[in-house]
């Protein structure tokens, strides 16, 4: 009885997410963001998929020198701030995190990746970080979304002029093959209460 038991908590923790998008009432402390990415009927293919679902509630949320979120970011406060969500803990600066990930050349770059360009003073310093949210068909462009300090949370393009120049480095912190991850605190079921009723059914 035991065993079986065992095997019903551990089949019920893989399919809770499945469970969440059939109705379940979400957790009324949830912020609106996070329900909005997680309880839509097309539901991600990859981590990846889910992070940079995430990652785009954000947009027009504006820059604040110093903040990691959620009603303000700069730059390498957002990416620790979206790569925490799902389990990820990045170093703070936007150098540093260069260090979370394994270095990619920019021609193998995948979404999700993130991306490093030098600051507003030039030099090879590394000074700013986003995230791959598509790469062009040419295999050398790409579209970001980061925390721009005029615009706030938004999407720009490596070819425009400022980014162009000051493209420095590339890693990879997620495989583009790894399942979808919901953290516990973003499903609107109870797991611990769940599964203790049902075994003492």
Sequence with gaps: MK????IFIYTLFITTASFNSWGAEPDPEMSPAIVETHL???RPKSQVDSLLSYAKTFRGVPYRHGASGPKGFDCSGFTSYVYKEFGHKLNRTASGQLANGKQVKRNELKPGD?????????????GHVGMV?????NGHDFTFIHASCSKGITESHSSESYYKVRYRNA???LK???PPYIPINMMGI???QFTADRVSD
Excluded at 133 to 137: F, R
Aim: proline share 0%; with cysteine; net charge positive.
């Design 133 to 137: 949210t598509k790469v062009d068909g």
């Design 176 to 178: 583009d093959n790894t």
């Design 114 to 126: 993130l991306v490093f360009f030098g600051g507003r003073g030039g030099g090879r310093r590394i």
């Design 190 to 192: 109870d797991l611990a």
């Design 40 to 42: 839509k009927s097309d």
């Design 171 to 173: 890693c990879r912190v």
């Design 3 to 6: 065993f079986l038991s065992r």
